[in-house]
Structures are given as structure tokens and as C-alpha cells.
């Protein structure tokens, strides 16, 4: 099987984990861009890629590169394929665009203007047309314009990656599990101590937790992606390769607890944790983490997503304040990692983080912020080298 460039699309911040990834997988000719990582891979690779990676949001396969500045190129371009390689007119597309351009400023009129290029060339070639279809196409086609610079690519993986398929219930503005996974590793979370998530929601980050841990496949619970609708679908090389990566999970020698105040985050999180295979390795117990102190003995690693705006009807200044408290009279030889987009509020905890990562939690900035805890003092003592 011959390779072919691929581009992997991801949340700002994560494109080196996303690289590491890649390159431990197994991908040639890595390379980072902004909120993408391009690198090369045969079909095997793609099915793998798909099924294996914990940063990604989505594997596109380019198939050709065009350049335009008005709307006749854009058409010319993309009715220079042969689209009758990739599909019939039988089956369903659906166009996906991207712009940053100032010759095309209008995303659905970019999709149009493609649609007609590939319905006209079957038109005109077969007498007959695909149809566009918005929730299950068979084939989801991407067309990326920079400057006059038209990609088009195949979406090989269908609904965003983050979508693993083990959540049925969510809370009010769960975490993306693309980044909690992403969270978790620049954490430095590997599965070789205890975890806690104190403040669980629907459980998404315990279950990212277990899978890294165990070193589960990220996408093992998803009903299908893209690619299995191509002409080329090799379900055999599809299994094979999920049977080589389920070779590659591990043992877990060590507990990882979620706590929540509200009982129907408990129950959704049993849910879920349930649906994801993963209740063997997870407890989650109704807890308000302001009134708990570690449970376990050695090194505990905590990572959490504190409620915040929208969904935090309570004093801000005093919530924060209980988070830095807890932690000082609770939590010793811990490191205690959290996500925030009030960046405001951190100055309430009382403490100074070791470490502070830029992210962004959907459209808000936040920061990743460590705090370290240490063994055997009741007043923890905290690092004092701050970094922004």
C-alpha cells in the first residue's frame, strides 16, 4: 500500500502532543502547523490514526491543491477531479469549507459553488447526479481555501473524533473529550499513581484518564467513521488493525476517583464510565470536594474542570478560595492540575501555580494551571517558579 499525505486537524496548544502521537504511532514525515499536524501514511495508518488518536479532531486526505481568486477557478478547480474515482451517483455528499481568504469570504456560497462543479461533472458525464445529504453522506469532502490556495480533501473520519461514542448523557457545557485527553497528557498523567477528578460532571475526564492509563484506543467505542462508505473499504485491514492495537493495552495498578455534589451528575457519570467499558478501573462517589481530603497514600495526580459562568451560580471569589483551602488542608503530595477560563479567579486560590498553559476551552481562553502539593506538610507547601 502506498502512503499519502494526511492532515490532522486538532484544538490550539495540542499540536506537539498531537505530534508525539502521531510519530509513536507510527507516521512519517510529521510536521506542526497551527491547530493541524501533517505527516504521511498508507490506508492501514489511516484506519489507525482514526481508531488510536487521543488529540485529534479529524484525519483529512488530500487530493489536490488548486489555486483561485474568484468563483469560475474555484468551479474549474474542483471539476478538474474525477469524482466518479471516489463515488456514484447513487450515493450522498456533503461539503465542509474552511476560509481564510479575502477572494472568498462566504463559507456556504464556497460549498455551493463546489457542489455544483461535482453534481454538474456527473450531469453532463452520466446522465444522472448524487444527491447532498446534511447527516449521513457517504462521502464528506473538504475544501480548505487560504489566500487563493484550494485544498481539497476527504474527511476520513465523519462526525469530529471527539465524539468517542461512549457519552449519552451530558451535563450543562460538558469538556470536549479531545480536551481532556489533551489536558490529561500535558499533565503528565500516565497511569502510574492514583487519580482523582473532584469535580467529575459527566465523567469525561475520568474516562480519558482510564484509556490513557490502560492505554485504550481513544475512538474503540465509535460506530463508525467515514471511510467505511469509501469504495476502498478494507474491513479486514480495519480489524487487523484494531486487533493490533487492543495487543498494546496495559495494566492499571492504581485507583481513579471521581467525585460530584450533584446526584445527577453522579448518575450520568456512572453512565457513561459504564457505556465506555471502563467501570472496573473508576469509582465515582457523591462528594463535594470541599469537604473531602485524600484518600489514598503516595503521590496523588488530580485534574478537573471547574464549573464556571454560565453554570456557576455562586461567589466566584470564594469558590477559588475553597479550591486553593482544600487543597492546602487536604491534599499533600499532590499535584493538582485544573482548567479556567475566569482567569481572573485564580488569583482566589491562594496559591501559586507551577505551571500555566494557554488553551482555549471552545471559543473562551483559559489556562492549565498546576499546583504542587507537597508530602508531609499539613500546610502543603507549594512551588514558587511561576511561568505563563
Request: charged share 25%; glycine share 6%.
Amino acid at each position: 500500500m502506498e502512503n499519502f499525505k494526511m492532515v490532522a486537524k486538532t484544538l490550539f496548544g495540542f499540536e506537539e502532543l498531537l505530534a508525539k502521537e502521531l510519530t509513536q504511532l507510527g507516521a512519517q514525515k510529521v510536521e506542526q502547523g497551527v491547530r493541524v499536524v501533517t505527516f504521511m501514511g498508507d490506508k492501514g495508518f489511516m484506519y489507525k490514526a482514526n481508531l488510536g488518536l487521543r488529540t485529534a479532531l479529524k484525519i483529512l486526505k488530500p487530493i489536490k491543491t488548486f489555486k483561485a481568486v474568484n468563483d469560475v477557478a474555484l468551479y474549474k478547480g474542483i471539476q478538474s477531479i474525477d469524482w466518479s474515482d471516489y463515488f456514484s451517483a447513487h450515493q450522498s455528499f456533503l461539503i465542509d469549507t474552511t476560509l481564510h481568504s479575502d477572494h472568498f469570504n462566504h463559507s456556504q456560497y464556497v460549498a455551493l459553488k463546489s457542489k455544483d462543479a461535482i453534481v454538474d461533472q456527473f450531469r453532463d458525464n452520466q446522465g444522472k447526479r448524487p444527491s447532498v445529504d446534511k447527516d449521513f453522506p457517504d462521502l464528506r469532502i473538504h475544501v480548505h481555501i487560504d489566500r487563493d490556495q484550494v485544498t481539497v480533501s476527504l474527511d476520513t473520519s465523519g462526525e469530529s473524533l471527539h465524539r468517542r461514542g461512549y457519552k449519552t448523557a451530558t451535563n450543562i457545557a460538558p469538556i470536549n473529550e479531545v480536551l481532556a485527553a489533551g489536558m490529561l497528557m500535558l499533565s503528565g498523567w500516565d497511569g502510574t499513581s492514583h487519580f482523582i477528578d473532584p469535580m467529575c460532571g459527566s465523567g469525561t475526564i475520568l474516562a480519558e484518564a482510564a484509556m490513557i492509563a490502560c492505554n485504550i484506543p481513544a475512538n474503540i467505542n465509535r460506530k463508525e467513521f467515514a471511510f467505511e462508505k469509501w469504495n476502498d473499504w478494507d474491513s479486514q485491514l480495519f480489524d487487523n488493525i484494531l486487533e493490533s492495537l487492543l495487543k498494546k493495552t496495559r495494566e492499571f495498578h492504581y485507583s481513579i476517583t471521581g467525585y460530584d455534589k450533584a446526584p445527577s451528575a453522579v448518575s450520568k457519570a456512572k453512565d457513561n464510565i459504564e457505556n465506555a467499558n471502563l467501570a472496573e478501573y473508576i469509582t465515582i462517589k457523591q462528594a463535594n470536594f470541599f469537604e473531602t481530603e485524600k484518600e489514598t497514600d503516595g503521590p496523588l495526580h488530580m485534574v478537573f474542570n471547574p464549573p464556571y459562568g454560565e453554570r456557576l451560580d455562586i461567589d466566584m471569589e470564594r469558590f477559588y478560595r475553597e479550591i486553593g483551602d482544600t487543597l492546602k488542608q487536604g491534599y499533600s503530595d499532590t499535584n493538582a492540575w485544573f482548567i479556567t477560563a475566569n482567569l481572573d479567579a485564580l488569583k482566589f486560590v491562594g496559591l501559586r501555580p507551577s505551571r500555566k498553559i494557554k488553551l482555549f476551552n471552545g471559543k473562551l481562553e483559559a489556562r492549565l494551571v498546576k499546583y504542587e502539593m507537597y508530602a508531609g506538610s499539613k500546610k502543603g507547601k507549594y512551588m514558587n517558579n511561576d511561568e505563563d
